[in-house]
């Protein structure tokens, strides 16, 4: 994969030195804002250097594929920290990046191109900005922190993801999901603003602050930071939320409320004890449930559940639900569902003692168990075998499905998580909830495209030897060509598949080796919201300073 330095439009690639740790000064012309008016560059910013100690640790993130050989790593804590450190680096033609939670699944963060990484994770501060009144999380915060500081300070959350330790910055600008996305929405459903330092045409670093409101000028830049993807306008500061229709100035009337208590139970089926029969019923009948329940407004918009899918080495197959508590009748809900998933399956279920993919065991959720929210949410995403897992390395893939998965989809679903030539229990496709209330919103309201979707698709696998790599790869590659063969080995946009999730980003659809169809990535991605990403592309970073292999490109001409 090829990449070039970025050098700014017409600076000199010897121009002044990057900065150091020493107080930053701010560009004379930087833009002022209510919201940034009591940040100051006159601390100085953390840097460290390769002969620092914490080097090895700090050009790298969640997957050890990737790891950079930058000239510096920085630290900011303030908004004017960061315009300084772009300014810095533009005038010099260092080549930058953002790290917020260090997940990206490939590696534009961590790269030998890259010359400057901003680390984000200083920047975590979760409060009630009363000027904006919303709640304001900046960007390096990690989710679980995110939920513990709203939920116990005013008693509301935001419907974000499951992994603890994932940052708000690409999370959210990618459309983030979680449990309570049926029951929520996605978390850009209540996105207010976003604060983002972007470059001018002239090479200046500007700060800009853009919100849901229809007469706010930079509306098309909060919309497109609802789900565009990150890295590819300016560095994300800060968001605002506040859920659309929320009145008065209580922050704790400002966003939802999770239910109080939710239900959880994790069940699994012996893959001994599997014919293909009973892995197809099990398998359709999970896709047809969710696109029978895609609208909103019925009772099942309060259940989320996770049918994973693993390769036979793990010994089993598994589901975990989570459903509101605190509606009429859960456990009549929880239980139709389930006689409608298991009809036709011949396989008694067990309880699930094997971790999932991302899941833990959870042995003791074979009936289910009622739980306040919240530590419900913390057990989820802690408790966590493999992401807790600082040496892995993986890859992975996605797809967005608004029908049930069809016949020759689950042939090679049990093909290929039934070949003998794989021994990792960490090789799955998981299959998740998305419809209710994510279905709500119109597919053009944010930039996430893909409200029409029924569930999602997600395939996995982890592994910490190098010498592994080849066929990891190798069979998640074949597994996803194989399911999609039909359409040029990814999953187009049609009445059966609905594209691809941007935060899972997948180098294989930009290469014609792998994706043989006549959709490009960025229609796999955006659908036909990838235009006017290109607008706001154009209007906030025309020098294309924020660029990665698949990052949104300026429109030509």
């Known amino acids: 994969m090829h990449r070039r330095k970025f050098l700014t439009g017409g600076a000199a690639a010897g121009g002044a030195a990057l900065l150091t740790g020493a107080g930053l000064a701010l560009p004379a012309t930087a833009a002022a804002d209510s919201a940034t008016a009591t940040d100051t560059a006159a601390e100085p910013v953390t840097v460290v250097t390769p002969n620092d100690k914490r080097y090895p640790d700090l050009v ?5 594929r990737w790891v950079g050989t930058p000239e510096k790593v920085c630290l900011p804590e303030t908004t004017a920290q960061v315009q300084a450190l772009v300014q810095s680096a533009v005038k010099a033609g260092k080549r930058l990046t953002v790290r917020s939670g260090g997940h990206c699944h490939e590696d534009w963060v961590y790269n030998s191109d890259v010359d400057v990484i901003l680390d984000m994770s200083k920047m975590n501060r979760v409060y009630y900005d009363a000027a ?3 709640i304001c999380v900046e960007v390096g915060s990690q989710l679980l922190n995110v939920y513990e500081r709203m939920y116990r300070s005013w008693g509301v959350t935001i419907p974000a993801g499951i992994c603890f330790q994932v940052g708000a910055g690409g999370h959210v600008s990618g459309g983030g999901w979680g449990l309570l996305c049926r029951q929520l929405g996605l978390v850009i459903d209540h996105l207010y603003g976003v604060e983002m330092v972007g470059v001018t045409a002239a090479g200046q670093a500007t700060v800009h602050v853009a919100t849901r409101e229809a007469n706010d000028p930079t509306r098309d830049l909060w919309w497109a930071h609802a789900g565009g993807g990150g890295g590819n306008f300016g560095v994300i500061t800060r968001f605002w939320f506040r859920a659309p229709g929320a009145t008065g100035t209580d922050p704790a009337r400002l966003l939802p409320q999770p239910p109080a208590e939710v239900l959880l139970q994790a069940i699994s089926w012996p893959w001994a004890e599997l014919t293909k029969e009973s892995f197809a019923a099990l398998v359709r009948n999970w896709g047809d449930w969710h696109a029978k329940y895609l609208k909103p407004g019925s009772i099942n918009d309060h259940l989320f559940s996770a049918l994973w899918l693993n390769h036979k080495s793990s010994g089993y197959v598994g589901l975990v639900v989570q459903l509101d508590a605190t509606i009429p009748d859960p ?34 959720f074979a009936e289910p168990r009622r739980l306040p929210w919240f530590q419900a949410a913390r057990y989820a995403s802690t408790t966590n075998p493999t992401l807790n897992d600082p040496s892995n390395r993986s890859d992975n893939k996605s797809a967005y499905y608004r029908t049930a998965l069809p016949d020759a989809h689950i042939d090679a679903f049990y093909e290929q998580l039934t070949r003998d030539d794989l021994n990792n229990t960490t090789a799955n496709v998981q299959l998740s909830s998305l419809g209710g209330m994510v279905n709500a919103v119109a597919s053009d309201a944010t930039a996430f495209p893909h409200r029409e979707a029924a569930y999602k698709a997600a395939w996995s696998i982890w592994w910490t030897d190098p010498a592994d790599e080849d066929a990891s790869l190798g069979w998640i590659r074949e597994f996803y060509q194989s399911v999609y063969a039909a359409t040029g080995g990814v999953p187009v946009i049609n009445d059966v598949t609905d594209g691809c999730y941007v935060n899972y980003c997948d180098i294989d659809l930009s290469d014609p080796v792998y994706n043989t169809s006549d959709v490009p990535w960025h229609e796999l991605y955006y659908k036909g919201n990838y235009t006017k990403l290109q607008q706001v592309k154009k209007a906030y970073d025309p020098r294309n300073v924020f660029h990665h292999p698949q990052g949104v490109e300026l429109p030509a001409g």
Not at 60 to 64: F, L, P, S
Not at 332 to 359: I, N, R, S, W, Y
């Open 60 to 64: 790298r993130g969640y997957n050890q």
């Open 132 to 134: 904006r009144n919303a």
């Open 331 to 364: 456990q009549k809900v929880l239980d139709d569902f389930l006689t409608f998933v298991t009809d036709g399956v011949d396989v008694a279920h067990v309880p699930m003692t094997a971790h999932m993919g991302e899941m833990a065991a959870l042995p003791d």
